[in-house]
């Protein structure tokens, strides 16, 4: 438990209306199924058969923007801050950038993504298919 406190401390937190609503952070897979945020896998679908996916996690790739945020509006709740996760963490920054400018959310950028979590151990389920997809 004390391990996910700092986590939970850092996605708490009040959202400014600015870009410092973009936290990065380094949490674990456990961390990330059992906190109260809507995660948000934006890799490719072939990735995710590829790889593996998180089993709580929304999963929409990030290509346009605008088609990208649309899909994501209606799975927002009041507050809930959103916790974005590719495969290294080199997508998510773009993504949270763009996410931070157009909604009144907190937004946490898995740092390290999938690769991170499969280092330290995690072994992600595999999907057959791109079935779960948001927007594909």
Known sequence: MRKFLP???LLLLP????AQQIHTAQPSAQQLQE?????V???????WVETGVLPNA???PFDDPESFLAALRPHLQPGQPV????RTGNRTGRA????AAELDVPVVDVAGGM???MGAGYRPERPTSAQGCTIC
């Open 115 to 117: 690769f991170r979590l």
């Open 83 to 86: 916790a974005l996760i590719c």
């Open 58 to 60: 929304l999963l929409m």
């Open 41 to 47: 896998d934006i890799r490719q679908p072939h990735e």
């Open 35 to 39: 906190a109260p945020v809507l995660l």
């Open 7 to 9: 986590v939970l401390a």
């Open 15 to 18: 959202a400014p209306a600015t």
């Open 96 to 99: 949270a950038q763009i996410i």
